[in-house]
RNA sequence: CGGGGCGUAGCGCAGCCUGGCAGCGCGCCUGCUUUGGGAGCAGGAAGCCGCAGGUUCAAAUCCUGCCGCCCCGACCA
């Protein structure tokens, strides 16, 4: 009973933000740093968020007409250069092939040699690529809609990284289309969007700002670009994923063009979209406490642990027998299109047990002792709530109530998640008041501030960036739902009647 | 890339000022006892003290250089 901390996690959320992401991804056994500067290893437990993240995402596309294809690794130079906005946002943080080989140097070190005649990049995205094949698979409107997705991973030389939310290599999908007309390709973007804030809010459980970036924030050559935004619990805005209206400039760039039925020669119109392992980042920010992570029930890895309760060995083939019987009941169910996941912990190791379960996160702890059986029933424990708030219940109401009990869960850490954002989020038309928002009340701990603010922009991006560089806040998005509203730029006072943006300090 | 902090066992840290056997807690392994909320006893394994050079009889400790990590800022999904 050697009682320690309060919480499993320390530091906790209040005491050092960033610190205690770190210790919850330790903590859970999702992810490590790698030996590679920036890069990080995923652990199955964070790889199962993944799977079933890309998974359902998958099927969602496929349902909406896309299919998969790969793409290579490495792009041509010269292809990056083809739009100039696209250079602009990407060049400075590629990485470069230069060379073919390693050849022994001194002290036996290897060196590269056969520098390559033209250098190619490794994708930080693949418009560029994806885009020349395109134009060779694309002949007729007939060819039209082309709809791609591909998973993949992306490399993005960072200066800082930040396991999950920001590193040089990561893991995404990237979604591109064609359309034959400006219309069709626009509401592919929005149509994209929706699947992402479905994603968000159905999956994990993460509510979602959905909007347009302004100018100075948008995807590199794109026309529009539309996004899911999402409250951490610092306060801070996470962009959870992007879809983007690419007009013709990638088109224009890769030459993907088509003979319309009026036999007349067009340029087509594409989008792009993408959601990355990121998300993991944001839920983890979303629902985690001081005690660890708290896995959205949708994309848990596991559902469910077993916790047998063995008080003498005499007893101890019964309790088992019990648990693996109630494992087989419930692995027959089914569960948002897959079989309940259950676990068995036989580990005898005393209420460490059940702390390592908290620290991962899992939504449901059942315990099972000579007790339960007796009474034939179980003793079960939710994540979210407070982890002495357990109850026994009748085995079969668990087994036949347990889709209803997670989704209840579900439903649970979204209504919270959206409870604090409202909280946070606040309409504000003082320039002053705007000020001390997002001034830290601690110097020490500059990373707590006020939330979003929703407030008035004249549209110009001198305002947008004086902000920026005054406070580090920026428009977050422009809301789909934001209505008509007179009021005054809360940087140059000037009138307006658009309606309000959201302003965040983000990730 | 600028400012600050930190590198000692898997994790968290002490030791450094004042040079002299490599330490503590947790975790891990073995055995026994235990098991309804972070178990007890006994035994055990585990370290390039970030790296390289220097000073010294002797360096985790002093000096020089480098590297890495974290936080803040600029940039980004």
Known sequence: MAKKNETAI????????PEWYQQVIRASDMAELS???????????GYALWENIS????????????????????????????????????AKECAVVTHHKLEKGENNQLVPAGRLNEPLIVRPTSETIIGDAFSRWIRSYRDLPMLINQWANVVRWELRTRIFLRTSEFLWQEGHTVHATKQEAIERTYMMLNIYKEMAEKYLAMPVITGEKTEAEKFPGAEITTCIEAMMQDRKALQAGTSHFLGQ???????????????????????????????????????????????????APSHVVLLPIVKKVEQNEN??????????????????????????????????????????????????????????????????????????MPKDRFVDNICELLDEIHTELYKNA???????????????????????????????????????????????????????????CIP?????????????????KKGRVIFAKAY
């Open 480 to 496: 789909f739902d934001r209505e008509p509203e007179d009021g005054t730029c809360i940087e140059c006072g000037t009138r307006t």
């Open 10 to 17: 320390s530091p906790t959320r209040a005491e050092n933000y």
């Open 55 to 90: 998974r359902a995402l998958d099927d969602m596309f496929k349902a909406t007409g896309v299919q998969n294809a790969y793409f290579p690794l490495f792009i041509p130079v010269n292809f990056l250069e083809k739009e100039a906005r696209h250079v602009e946002g990407f």
């Open 319 to 392: 309790v088992m027998a019990y648990t693996r019987d109630l494992a087989e009941k419930l692995r027959e169910k089914r569960y948002h299109g897959g079989p309940i996941r259950v676990q068995i912990d036989d580990r005898n190791i005393g209420g460490a047990r059940n702390w390592d379960w908290i620290k991962k996160g899992i939504p449901l702890r059942v315990e099972i002792g000579p007790k339960d059986i007796a009474e034939d029933a179980v003793y079960v424990s939710r994540r979210d709530r407070d982890r002495k708030d357990s109850r026994s």
């Open 418 to 476: 959206l409870e604090y954002q409202r909280k946070h989020t606040r309409d504000i038309d003082e320039k002053e008041e705007f000020e001390a928002f997002f001034t830290p009340v601690n110097p020490d701990r500059p990373e707590n501030h006020g939330g979003f603010a929703r407030s008035h922009w004249c549209g110009k991006k001198e305002c947008e960036l004086a902000i920026k560089d005054r406070l580090n806040v920026t428009i977050r």
């Open 35 to 45: 030996p590679v500067r920036g890069c990080m290893v995923i652990k199955p437990w």
């Open 249 to 299: 400039n990638f088109a224009k760039a890769s030459g993907i063009r088509f003979q319309s039925a009026q036999e007349t020669e067009e340029y087509g119109w594409t989008t792009s979209w993408g959601v990355s392992t990121r998300l993991i980042g944001g839920l983890i920010m979303t629902h985690s406490d001081d005690n660890g992570a708290v896995m959205p029930p949708r994309i």
